[in-house]
């Protein structure tokens, strides 16, 4: 089994956060961590290939990753866990909820796609990979910036040097997003994503520029009774820009789901 690094904090329910491609776990950022912590027992853990996590030197798919996280749940204790994934980590939350059912307790879907002949992943995308690909830690930074955060956030000069100082904190080797890249370019849950029967909420901000917002329609169409939250003008990283929002939908899905069962 893969070993991963990881951060635990707070008490409660068990919450698993699932990290975008390039990203880790300090890119959850503290604000938002202190949101959940006095609600959930939280995990955010690093990608294979991430930190501290084991190497990753083959190529892989985003239903490996699933498997890491599906091994990262019990490795911790848990028997099944709620579970946020965002960009890539919502790829790998798909394929967790499809692969390893009972293991989900409500799942949520951030800025992510299902792929297929519907997704739509903007240039935007590719034109982050290739800062990352030049491996120039300013292009990169600059280009993410500009890139995963929205305009009026980005309208704070502050928090460019912020944004590079969590980006940089943590080393995630570029042959790792490369592969993390084509594992998000295959991917394809279309046909299977009917079958989800866990409590399911999707976030996703209008001025999301690599995963355009169209993609969480696809989503809300294919996931039965899932609940589709809008956030407005929000780019990427929707819970840098909106971390109390985030929170609270999380949340509100961890007790709706406790209230079902």
């Given at each position: 089994?893969t070993?991963?690094?990881?951060?635990?904090?707070?008490?409660?329910?068990?919450?698993?956060?699932i990290?975008g491609?390039?990203?880790?776990h300090?890119?959850?950022?503290e604000?938002f961590?202190?949101?959940?912590e006095?609600?959930?027992d939280?995990?955010?853990?690093?990608?294979?290939g991430i930190?501290d996590?084991?190497?990753?030197?083959?190529?892989?798919?985003?239903?490996?990753?699933?498997?890491?996280?599906?091994?990262?749940?019990?490795?911790?204790g848990w028997?099944?866990a709620?579970?946020?994934?965002?960009?890539?980590?919502g790829?790998?939350?798909?394929?967790?909820?499809?692969?390893?059912p009972?293991?989900?307790?409500?799942?949520?879907?951030?800025?992510?796609w299902?792929?297929?002949?519907?997704?739509?992943?903007?240039d935007?995308?590719?034109?982050?990979?290739?800062?990352?690909?030049?491996?120039?830690?300013?292009?990169?930074i600059?280009?993410?910036?500009?890139?995963?955060?929205s305009?009026?956030?980005?309208?704070?000069?502050a928090?460019?040097?912020?944004?590079?100082?969590?980006?940089?904190?943590?080393?995630?080797?570029?042959?790792?997003?490369?592969?993390?890249?084509?594992?998000?370019?295959?991917l394809?849950?279309?046909?299977?994503?009917?079958?989800?029967?866990a409590?399911?909420?999707?976030?996703?901000g209008?001025?999301?520029?690599?995963i355009?917002v169209?993609?969480?329609?696809?989503?809300?169409?294919?996931?039965?009774?899932?609940?589709?939250?809008?956030?407005?003008d929000?780019g990427?990283?929707?819970?840098?820009?909106?971390?109390?929002?985030?929170?609270?939908?999380?949340?509100?899905?961890?007790?709706?789901?406790?209230?079902?069962?």
């Amino acid at each position: 089994m893969t070993s991963l690094s990881y951060v635990r904090r707070g008490a409660g329910e068990p919450l698993l956060l699932i990290m975008g491609m390039g990203g880790h776990h300090q890119m959850w950022r503290e604000d938002f961590l202190r949101l959940l912590e006095p609600h959930f027992d939280v995990v955010a853990y690093d990608h294979r290939g991430i930190g501290d996590s084991d190497r990753a030197d083959e190529p892989f798919s985003v239903a490996d990753l699933a498997d890491d996280a599906a091994g990262m749940i019990g490795a911790v204790g848990w028997s099944s866990a709620h579970v946020f994934g965002i960009s890539l980590g919502g790829m790998v939350a798909q394929e967790l909820v499809l692969r390893h059912p009972s293991s989900v307790r409500s799942l949520t879907l951030g800025c992510t796609w299902a792929g297929g002949e519907e997704g739509v992943m903007g240039d935007p995308s590719r034109r982050i990979v290739e800062g990352f690909a030049s491996r120039n830690a300013d292009i990169a930074i600059s280009v993410g910036y500009e890139l995963n955060l929205s305009a009026s956030y980005r309208s704070d000069p502050a928090r460019l040097a912020e944004y590079r100082e969590i980006s940089l904190a943590v080393r995630v080797p570029v042959p790792v997003i490369l592969m993390q890249w084509q594992a998000a370019l295959a991917l394809d849950t279309t046909d299977r994503l009917p079958t989800v029967t866990a409590p399911t909420l999707i976030m996703h901000g209008t001025a999301d520029q690599g995963i355009p917002v169209q993609n969480a329609h696809h989503l809300a169409r294919l996931i039965p009774h899932a609940r589709l939250e809008i956030v407005e003008d929000a780019g990427h990283l929707f819970w840098w820009e909106h971390p109390v929002r985030a929170a609270n939908l999380l949340i509100e899905q961890a007790r709706a789901r406790a209230g079902a069962s």
